[in-house]
């Protein structure tokens, strides 16, 4: 789409379409439609960022939660939003051999234990050994710095998704 088209949309027009850019929480897209004009691409990626940086950590936590474990029930269940659906596969999660999916399914346990919410990783061009090994990195930040890690992948998240969705 173009930004043209999408300053011209109706803000529940907006929200349908961007919604699921911020997994299973369309208030994000509520915020940043809110934020019109964007003069470009960027400036719509900000608006999400804005948006959530601007939530209360209620909001922010909610918004992390929302996301589906790595490799997780979801992911087997066919449960995933198509854009989950399609990160997670082009990482190769979708192929998992049966020791790696047992070790994800640890990992997302262990991470969830210590942080109470699931790992976010921007799965998107990341391989499943780099992910894994991300999860061991994280596992030992605490728990403060690693709310902020997750939000931090939440809005590399978004931006890989505007642009996909975005003409430059």
């Known amino acids: 789409m173009t930004l043209s088209e999408i300053n011209a949309m109706p803000a529940a027009a907006f929200i349908a379409r961007f919604g699921e850019v911020a997994e299973q929480s369309p ?45 997780g029930k979801a992911a087997v269940a066919g449960d995933l939003t198509a854009d989950s659906r399609r990160e997670q596969a082009g990482a190769g999660l979708a192929s998992l051999t049966p020791d790696e999916f047992a070790r994800f399914t640890a990992m997302n346990a262990s991470y969830r234990a ?14 499943k050994h780099q992910i894994l090994a991300a999860f061991a990195v994280r596992l030992g930040h605490r728990p403060d710095d690693e709310f902020t890690t997750a939000l931090q992948q939440v809005m590399r998240i978004f931006r890989l998704r505007l642009e996909d969705r975005i003409e430059p």
């Open 114 to 127: 210590r942080f109470g919410f699931p790992f976010i990783h921007a799965v998107k061009g990341a391989t």
């Open 27 to 71: 208030w994000v897209a509520a915020g940043a439609a809110a934020r019109r004009p964007f003069g470009d691409r960027e400036a719509m990626i900000a608006a999400f960022e804005t948006t959530v940086a601007d939530a209360p950590p209620q909001a922010q936590l909610a918004l992390i939660r929302a996301h589906p474990d790595l490799a």
